[in-house]
């Protein structure tokens, strides 16, 4: 089958389709499936794929902005492999309750992503870019981890900075000197999380679960919202014995 620009199609099986330097502009796919696809050059901009499957695919060099996923299935359960998305833009693409476990995500454009109710476990985020120059002395960072199973994903080096990752998991997921300075961390889990070297100034972690965050292995914590009843498990994990009045 031929896809078009702006074209609707649904239940479809399109491994065998040609999407490589294809512009499909505003396409609408439900219920379709994919394999083992290569996604070259495509242009999917505005883009909208509801209850879709994508195993084992990848997507390189590819225009997703402001396209939307929902309920869409990226991972492969036999090989326990991700998606593959590698050099593409992601500005301002949606995805909801889609599950990218274990999806690769490098060297990609993501100003302005949201991810809602979303499994990214182990998924890897490497020079992930979620900042946009807005002017020689001003970058906008942009991007929304909202209510997702973030448990063993990689944002090690991430600039997120000022984003809302609110009731999130991070869960033994790997912050190393991710810059996570003003950001929303109220109410996520982020037992055992790799936090050496990480800014965490200003952000907000009221609600978390923050037993075993170091504060002294962080780069900077200055201005950092916690509640009362956090206190002893962050004053524990700098080594202080805490006792009762």
Not at 56 to 83: I, K, M, Q, W
Not at 128 to 135: E, P
Request: proline share 1%; net charge negative; charged share 25%.
């Amino acid at each position: 089958m031929e896809l078009e620009t702006g074209g609707a199609y649904a239940d479809l099986h399109l491994s065998e389709a040609d999407f490589a330097e294809r512009d499909l502009a505003d396409l609408k796919l439900t219920g379709c499936s994919l394999a083992d696809a290569q996604l070259s050059a495509v242009l999917l901009q505005g883009a909208r794929f509801t209850d879709c499957r994508f195993t084992r695919c990848r997507f390189a060099h590819a225009d997703l902005r402001e396209a939307t996923f929902v309920r869409c299935n990226f991972a492969d359960p036999d090989s326990h492999s991700g998606v593959e998305i590698a050099f593409s833009q992601l500005d301002q693409a949606s995805f909801e309750a889609c599950d990218l476990s274990f999806a690769d995500i490098s060297r990609s454009s993501l100003w302005s992503v949201a991810f809602k109710d979303t499994n990214l476990r182990g998924a890897r985020f490497h020079r992930a870019d979620f900042a946009r120059a807005l002017s020689p002395r001003t970058i906008h960072t942009a991007a929304a981890f909202l209510r997702c199973n973030l448990e063993l994903a990689d944002l090690s080096e991430a600039a997120l900075k000022g984003c809302d990752l609110s009731g999130s998991s991070l869960r033994e997921a790997d912050l190393t000197e991710a810059d996570l300075s003003g950001a929303d961390l109220s109410g996520c889990d982020l037992f055992q999380a790799l936090t050496a070297g990480a800014r965490l100034a200003g952000a907000d972690l009221r609600g978390a679960e923050v037993s075993g965050l170091d504060l002294t292995a962080l780069a900077s914590r200055d201005g950092m919202k916690v509640t009362l009843g956090q206190q002893q498990a962050l004053l524990t994990a700098m080594g202080l014995n805490v006792y009762a009045d």
